[in-house]
């Protein structure tokens, strides 16, 4: 209760305020102090020349001197002003987000408005949306920045950050939530107005674009080396600055959230909830559902529309979540749009520019699909394809058909057929699992061979040890043979270990060997094969990807050249770096193996398809799905990794035929 009393939240955002002022004016220390180091050869000339003037300084060395620290002093300024040039007029990055005029929203713009009006804080100068699950405040005063911002309300400061909000939040959260979720971020509109932490915010900026500067595309040689020198000065008083600029920014978040603790505290902590449940979907989503669409060419148009339905459907199979669809009867944050649509599909396709590294605007190669249309354009069209490159695999590995033969020497049916690609997986195994128990166990039987003769002679020497030592009947003797036969006790332990020490590691070298040797060859050249057609075809996408970009950037400078504008409600502006590329990729390189596993499951569901009246369906949290009756398939991954990790088709047959899948008929493919 501390924090949502007055006197403890004005103490606590005073407190944040006055750190993040303290560590700005660390900051500006540091450009200070840059400066003056840039300065201070000058400074000694004139020193010097004001002692020559004075006759003070007078003499040969003298002259020699103020004509070096001259010299000197006139490169350190050209160096600095060089310096000083780049890092103010370098770019700053900036956040891909779809910008939002006011006539788009002109409620949410309304609601943004009213917020700042009760925390007593400026307004946002615009804002944007961004396909992320998260919000902040962004400095875009930089002219190239402005340049592609789009207007706010009247009254703004040009000065003022722009809110960057997560498209998610408006489609999932209610209106009351997303005001108490945006509540902290807007209340750092405050410190941010101040002007010591304005500039040390600016002089980072510069200082981290400064850094990125001699990666610029198109520099020649002599640019390129002076912009390395640049950057290299920008690296380290970037690294002078890097943990005073860290606390600053903490002191702001303190003092932002101290200041918002008088607003919708109580809302806050439920929707605080719904951040992280909205997160979880939308992940979900992007992953399962609009990567494999993305591969396809095709671009899921209404992604923040499907996370509604994502998040419906786990609170449906969590109990968890019990209670969280309920509140979809209250007004959503979208509403505050004039037209959700528009938003949403802008929205849609960058996430796929950033997540993909999908074109900027849709073409011939790369067009919207909506989810009604989703399982006929992406999931049947996905597994055809798949299917169809697989037997292009096969039959560029030498297999035609008719030729192939199974695992008994049955002759194979003719054409794409499922039957072909079980008979090629299982065929020939380098080892059954017969014959895995049989080498198992005749390993067992030698160790056990082996124990027995050591611990055997073992007995025989220790028995005949003892009988000398009957036979002698002295006690010096005695004590002689007592130490000797110690001392072959010893020896037969040490032997006896020395000799299971071997034992083990050859039996560690024999499991070497078989777990570097592929259990499936067969699957392993086809996996390989995969592997080398898909990288190829993913150099063409690429390419063709780049073409296009440079396209749209030529369209883009003509439609400025003619400056042309139109009238009515303006279309969403997107912002952002532009490239073939994706920024954030959704997931790592695929292994040989999982893109076989894929293409031999997308085999069998195009066989279910065409031969068990089975349909292609879209599941929320999954993705594509094979539906058997109305009800989706959740059993057939396993079966199909038993059949290309072990070379197994068995499990697979059986699904086949309790499913009623005839896998000797051809299947369509595209």
Same mark, same amino acid.
């Given at each position: 209760?501390?924090?949502?009393?007055?006197?403890?939240?004005?103490?606590?955002?005073?407190?944040?305020?006055?750190?993040?002022?303290?560590?700005?004016?660390?900051?500006?220390?540091?450009?200070?102090?840059?400066?003056? #180091?840039?300065?201070?050869? !000058?400074?000694?000339?004139?020193? #010097?020349?004001?002692?020559?003037?004075?006759?003070? +300084?007078?003499?040969?060395?003298?002259?020699?001197?103020?004509?070096? /620290?001259?010299?000197?002093?006139?490169?350190? =300024?050209?160096?600095?002003?060089?310096?000083?040039?780049?890092?103010?007029?370098?770019?700053?990055?900036?956040?891909?987000?779809?910008?939002?005029?006011?006539?788009?929203?002109?409620? %949410?713009?309304? %609601? /943004?408005?009213? *917020?700042?009006?009760?925390?007593?804080?400026? $307004?946002?100068?615009?804002?944007?949306?961004?396909?992320?699950?998260?919000?902040?405040?962004?400095?875009?005063?930089?002219?190239?920045?402005?340049?592609?911002?789009?207007?706010?309300?009247?009254?703004?400061?040009?000065?003022?950050?722009?809110?960057?909000?997560?498209?998610?939040?408006?489609?999932?959260?209610?209106?009351?939530? *997303?005001?108490?979720?945006?509540?902290?971020?807007?209340?750092?509109?405050?410190?941010?107005?101040?002007?010591?932490?304005?500039?040390?915010?600016?002089?980072?900026?510069?200082?981290?674009?400064?850094?990125?500067?001699?990666?610029?595309?198109? %520099?020649?040689?002599?640019?390129?080396?002076?912009?390395?020198?640049?950057?290299?000065?920008?690296?380290?008083?970037?690294?002078?600055?890097?943990?005073?600029?860290?606390?600053?920014?903490?002191?702001?978040?303190?003092?932002?959230?101290?200041?918002?603790?008088?607003?919708?505290?109580?809302?806050?902590?439920?929707?605080?909830?719904?951040?992280?449940?909205?997160? $979880?979907?939308?992940?979900?989503?992007?992953?399962?559902? @609009?990567? &494999?669409?993305?591969?396809?060419?095709?671009?899921? @148009?209404?992604?923040? !529309?499907?996370?509604?339905?994502?998040?419906?459907?786990?609170?449906?199979?969590?109990?968890?979540?019990?209670?969280?669809?309920?509140? =979809?009867?209250?007004?959503?944050?979208?509403?505050?749009?004039?037209?959700?649509?528009?938003?949403?599909?802008?929205?849609?396709?960058?996430?796929?520019? =950033?997540?993909?590294?999908?074109?900027?605007?849709?073409?011939?190669?790369?067009?919207? /699909?909506?989810?009604?249309?989703?399982?006929?354009?992406?999931?049947?069209?996905?597994?055809?394809?798949?299917? $169809?490159?697989?037997?292009?695999?096969?039959?560029?590995?030498?297999?035609?058909?008719?030729?192939?033969?199974?695992?008994?020497?049955?002759?194979?049916?003719?054409?794409?057929?499922?039957?072909?690609?079980?008979?090629?997986?299982?065929?020939?195994?380098?080892?059954?699992?017969?014959?895995?128990?049989?080498?198992?166990?005749?390993?067992?039987?030698?160790?056990?061979?082996?124990?027995?003769?050591?611990?055997?002679?073992?007995?025989?020497?220790?028995?005949?040890?003892?009988?000398?030592?009957?036979?002698?009947?002295?006690?010096?003797?005695?004590?002689?043979?007592?130490?000797?036969?110690?001392?072959?006790?010893?020896?037969?332990?040490?032997?006896?270990?020395?000799?299971?020490?071997?034992?083990?590691?050859?039996?560690?070298?024999?499991?070497?060997?078989?777990?570097?040797?592929?259990?499936?060859?067969? $699957?392993?050249?086809?996996?390989?094969?995969?592997?080398?057609?898909?990288?190829?075809?993913?150099?063409?996408?690429?390419?063709?990807?780049?073409?296009?970009?440079?396209?749209?950037?030529?369209?883009?400078?003509?439609?400025?050249?003619?400056?042309?504008?139109?009238?009515?409600?303006?279309?969403?502006?997107?912002?952002?770096?532009?490239?073939?590329? &994706?920024? +954030?990729?959704?997931?790592? &390189?695929?292994?040989?193996?999982?893109?076989?596993?894929?293409?031999?499951?997308?085999?069998?569901?195009?066989?279910? /398809?065409?031969?068990?009246?089975?349909? &292609?369906?879209?599941?929320?949290?999954?993705?594509?799905?094979?539906?058997?009756?109305?009800?989706?398939?959740?059993?057939?991954?396993?079966?199909?990794?038993? *059949?290309?990790?072990?070379?197994?088709?068995?499990?697979?047959?059986?699904?086949?035929?309790?499913?009623?899948?005839?896998?000797?008929?051809?299947?369509?493919?595209?």
């Amino acid at each position: 209760m501390y924090g949502v009393s007055g006197t403890g939240s004005d103490v606590g955002e005073e407190w944040g305020a006055r750190a993040a002022r303290s560590r700005a004016l660390a900051v500006l220390r540091v450009r200070g102090r840059a400066l003056g #180091l840039a300065v201070l050869p !000058a400074a000694v000339a004139v020193v #010097l020349y004001a002692g020559g003037v004075t006759g003070h +300084f007078t003499g040969s060395g003298w002259d020699a001197a103020r004509w070096v /620290v001259t010299v000197l002093a006139v490169l350190v =300024l050209i160096a600095a002003t060089a310096v000083a040039l780049v890092v103010a007029r370098a770019r700053p990055a900036a956040t891909p987000t779809v910008e939002l005029a006011e006539t788009a929203a002109p409620d %949410l713009y309304r %609601l /943004v408005r009213d *917020l700042a009006d009760r925390l007593d804080v400026p $307004a946002p100068a615009a804002i944007a949306l961004t396909p992320d699950c998260d919000s902040w405040l962004e400095d875009r005063t930089h002219r190239a920045h402005r340049a592609l911002r789009t207007p706010g309300g009247e009254g703004e400061s040009e000065g003022a950050p722009v809110l960057v909000i997560g498209s998610p939040f408006l489609w999932w959260m209610r209106v009351g939530e *997303l005001r108490a979720v945006l509540a902290p971020v807007v209340a750092g509109t405050g410190p941010a107005a101040q002007p010591d932490i304005a500039a040390a915010r600016r002089f980072v900026r510069g200082l981290d674009a400064a850094v990125a500067v001699p990666g610029t595309p198109g %520099l020649d040689p002599v640019r390129r080396i002076g912009a390395g020198a640049v950057g290299q000065v920008a690296r380290v008083l970037l690294r002078a600055c890097r943990g005073h600029a860290a606390e600053m920014e903490r002191g702001v978040a303190v003092a932002g959230s101290e200041r918002a603790q008088a607003v919708d505290y109580g809302v806050r902590i439920v929707a605080q909830e719904q951040v992280g449940l909205a997160y $979880a979907g939308w992940d979900r989503l992007l992953t399962r559902v @609009a990567l &494999p669409a993305w591969r396809m060419g095709r671009w899921p @148009a209404k992604l923040d !529309a499907g996370v509604v339905s994502a998040l419906t459907e786990l609170s449906r199979r969590d109990r968890l979540a019990d209670g969280f669809s309920s509140r =979809l009867g209250e007004r959503p944050a979208c509403d505050l749009l004039e037209e959700p649509g528009a938003v949403d599909e802008a929205a849609s396709l960058l996430a796929a520019r =950033l997540f993909h590294g999908g074109p900027a605007a849709p073409g011939p190669d790369w067009s919207p /699909v909506e989810w009604s249309q989703y399982p006929e354009e992406v999931v049947d069209r996905k597994w055809r394809t798949d299917a $169809a490159r697989l037997h292009q695999v096969l039959d560029g590995l030498g297999l035609a058909d008719g030729t192939a033969r199974g695992a008994g020497g049955e002759r194979v049916a003719e054409g794409p057929t499922l039957t072909r690609v079980i008979a090629h997986l299982a065929t020939e195994p380098t080892r059954s699992t017969e014959a895995e128990a049989e080498v198992e166990a005749d390993a067992d039987t030698d160790t056990d061979e082996v124990e027995a003769d050591t611990h055997t002679d073992a007995a025989l020497d220790a028995g005949a040890s003892a009988e000398t030592a009957d036979a002698a009947g002295t006690p010096d003797s005695a004590g002689t043979d007592t130490n000797t036969d110690a001392e072959d006790a010893t020896d037969l332990a040490t032997a006896t270990a020395d000799a299971d020490l071997d034992l083990d590691l050859v039996l560690d070298a024999e499991d070497a060997e078989d777990e570097d040797e592929p259990v499936n060859p067969a $699957a392993e050249a086809l996996a390989g094969a995969l592997s080398a057609l898909l990288a190829r075809e993913e150099a063409a996408r690429e390419a063709r990807v780049a073409a296009s970009a440079l396209t749209a950037e030529a369209a883009a400078r003509s439609a400025e050249k003619d400056g042309g504008h139109s009238g009515g409600t303006p279309a969403p502006v997107v912002s952002g770096p532009d490239g073939p590329l &994706p920024l +954030f990729p959704l997931q790592p &390189p695929r292994s040989g193996r999982d893109l076989l596993a894929d293409h031999v499951t997308a085999m069998v569901c195009c066989a279910a /398809v065409d031969t068990a009246e089975a349909t &292609p369906g879209l599941d929320w949290l999954d993705g594509p799905a094979l539906l058997v009756g109305g009800e989706r398939a959740t059993d057939l991954g396993p079966r199909v990794l038993a *059949l290309v990790e072990e070379g197994d088709p068995e499990p697979l047959r059986v699904w086949l035929a309790r499913t009623g899948v005839r896998p000797e008929k051809p299947v369509r493919l595209v």
